[in-house]
């Protein structure tokens, strides 16, 4: 984990137009309380959660992943990329 001086650029300027989806779609699913991979399932609604605001989140979730579950990446997302969400 570095900041913008060291890496010279942010994570997201690093990807092509279905990696940026990719991340965005990672750190939605983490908010949503799951885990940032696109092979594991979306987390069921938090007790907490409004109905609207998880109904909203996941219908953006849908929209961002339904046109790169057809892509192929090479690599997997990695984990650094999300420490600041997970701790």
Known sequence: MACKGCHSSY???????NGRKRLAAGKLRLSLGGLPS?????????????????FKARKQLDNL????????????LSTQLFAYSIG
Do not use: M, V
Request: avoid cysteine; charged fraction near 30%.
């Open 11 to 17: 994570a997201s300027r690093q990807r092509d137009h």
């Open 65 to 76: 992943e339904t046109p790169i579950k057809t892509h192929r990446f090479k690599k997997s």
């Open 38 to 54: 696109l092979t594991e399932a979306i987390a069921p609604k938090a007790q907490w959660k409004h109905h609207t605001t998880y």
